[in-house]
C-alpha cells in the first residue's frame, strides 16, 4: 500500500505509518455519536455570577496577577479570510454587473464606513485609475471588488483575518491581531507590565504578522506602558491527515502522491501543549471589538479567570490532603461534593466505593488540566454548545459537542440540541499545570474518538477529508470543564464582511 517515495514524505511530515493506519482506520469505522445526558443550562450546568460575586472573582484575578506567574492570551489565527468574503466572490462570479440581494446592495451602500475604505481607494485609483465614488458612479462595481479580494489589490480573499484592517480610531486604523495586543493589555498583564500572546499562523502569513508586529508594537507598548512578548507557531505538519478515496484507500493525486490535509483546530493543542503559562486564555482572532466597547469583554474575562483560579486553588489543597494520606471521612465526602457541585461530574458508581477507591477516584478527577468557558444565550449563532456528556468511564461531566458528534436521529437527543439555551462563543481559560507546577500533557487528554469525517474533491475525484477532534470539542475532552454564563455583548465575531458594519465594530 506505501511505497519507498510515500514513507520519504511520512518521514518529512513526522508521521509514522502507524498514524496512518489508524486514520484509515477511522474512515472505515467512523466516529461514534457521543452520548449526552442532557444539554447545559443555567437550572442544571452553567454556573451564573451574581452581581456580588463578580467583584470579588474580578478581585481574585487581579491578586492572582499581582503573583509571579505567567499569563499568556492564544489566538487562533491561520485561517484565510476567503469564507469571510464568499458573498463577494459570488457577486465577481455572477452574470450581472451591479448589486441585486440585500448583503451586496448593503456592501456597496455603507462602503465608506469600512476600516479599509481608505486602503481600497488608494489601491482603486492605482489599478484603475479611478477612486471607489467614480467606480461606483460609471457602473463599475465588480473593479472595487476585485481590488478588494485579488493580488493587484489588496489581496483580502487571500490573508488572514487578522491582517485584515477591522476599526477606525480618530487617531488610527487597526487590524483584528492589533485589538488582541490592546485587549491583553486590560486583563492579562503581569505584575512586571509584561503581556504575552501567541498567534497561530500559516507559514506563508508569518513574516506578515511579525512585520505588523514589528512596526506597531511599540505604539502599543507606549499607550498601555507595558511590554509585549509576542510569539508565533504554525500547525505541525505532523498533524496533518490522509486523506482517503471512497474505498477508504489512502487518496493520491494525479501525480500518484498521497493527499495530506490539515486536520483543523483540533491539531492546535500541540501548538498549545508547547506554551509555558500558568493560565491561557483563547479566544478567536475575529472576536475582538474597538476599544469603547471592551469593557464588558474585559470585566467577564477576569471574572471567569478569577472562578479558575478559585477553582484550582481548591483542586490543589485537596490534592495535597490526599497525598499527605491524613484525611477523614468528613474531608472525602467533601471533596465528593466539591467535584459533583463545583465540576459538574456525576458518577452514580462512588456510593459504592470503599475510601481508599473513593480517594483514588477523587485524585484522578482532580488532577488534570482546568478550564472555565464561557457560554453565551443562544440567538441563534451557528457553532457547539455546552452539554452534559457521558465519558468512557461511565461519569457524566460538561463538555462543548458540535452538531457532528450528536446522534440527530435520535429524537430525545435532538431535542436536546434544538432547545439548548446556550452555545459556544470560544472565550476559554485554562490552568495546564498540576500543583507541582508541572506541566499537563495535553495530547494525552484527547479524546480520539471525537474526530469527523468531510467529504472533498480533488482533481475531480471525490474524497473523504478526517479532522482531528476539535480545539475545544473532543481535543479538550479529558479536562475539567466549568461553565459560566456571559452575556452577548462580549460575543462579536466577524463571520462575513458585512458583520464589520455592525454597531458594535464602527
Known sequence: MLDSNDLKLLDAKGITRQQIEEQLECFKKGFPFLEIAASASVEKGIKVVSKEEQADLMSTWDRYLDQQRKIVKFVPASGAASRMFKNLYEFLSADYDEPVNAFEKKFFEDIKKFAFYSALDAVCQEQEGKGIDALIQAGNY???VANLLESKGLNYGQLPKGLLLFHTYPEQI???????LSEGALYAKSNTGEINVHFTVSPEHQSLFEQLVKEKKGWYEEKFSVAYNVSFSVQKSSTDTIAADMDNQPFRDKNGQLLFRPGGHGALIENLNEIDGDVIFIKNIDNVVPDSFKCSTVIYKKIIA??????QQKMFEYLELIDTGKYTHEQVEEMIHFLQNELC???????????AELVLYIKNKLDRPLRVCGMVKNVGEPGGGPFLAVNPDGTVSPQILESSQIDLNDPAKKAMFENGTHFNPVDLVCAVKDYNGNKYNLPEYVDKNTGFISYKSKDGKDLKALELPGLWNGAMSDWNTVFVEVPIETFNPVKTVNDLLRPEHQ
Open 142 to 144: 465588480k473593479a472595487v
Open 345 to 355: 461530574i456525576k458518577n452514580p458508581e462512588t456510593k459504592y466505593l470503599e475510601d
Open 174 to 180: 487597526r487590524t483584528a491581531m492589533e485589538e488582541h
Open 306 to 311: 478569577g472562578v479558575l483560579v478559585s477553582l
